[in-house]
């Protein structure tokens, strides 16, 4: 009996660590994205503003991507960090941008 328990709990799916700083990092840069869309802040403005007011959440990311590639050496696990922030940043520069020329806003 204990043994299927053990069983059961080792083949248990493990929740995805990086699902909620992933999470948080993403709502930090959406609710930039909302904010200065409203003070029509330029883009440059924008894209500074990103690392720095989203800085806790970006850090709670990388630690989590680290835990994550624990099996990589140290420079993937940067690497690998490095890109998927860049990745993000991207996307919300490349979102704000649109919307901003546009004139358009988030739902």
Do not use: W
Not at 23 to 46: H, M, P, Q
Not at 67 to 91: C, N, P, W
């Amino acid at each position: 009996m204990i043994a299927t328990i053990a069983l059961m709990l080792l083949a248990a799916p493990q929740a995805d660590p990086l699902v909620k700083p992933r999470d948080a990092y993403a709502a930090c840069l959406r609710g930039l994205v909302k904010g200065n869309l409203e003070k029509k802040t330029s883009v440059n403005d924008f894209t500074a503003e990103m690392k720095s007011k989203c800085a806790t959440q970006e850090t709670a990311f990388r630690d989590a991507i680290t835990l994550v590639d624990a099996g990589m050496s140290a420079k993937d696990i940067k690497t690998d960090a490095d890109e998927q922030v860049q990745d993000y940043l991207d996307k919300f520069h490349d979102t704000y941008s649109d919307y901003l020329a546009n004139g358009d806003s988030p739902a």
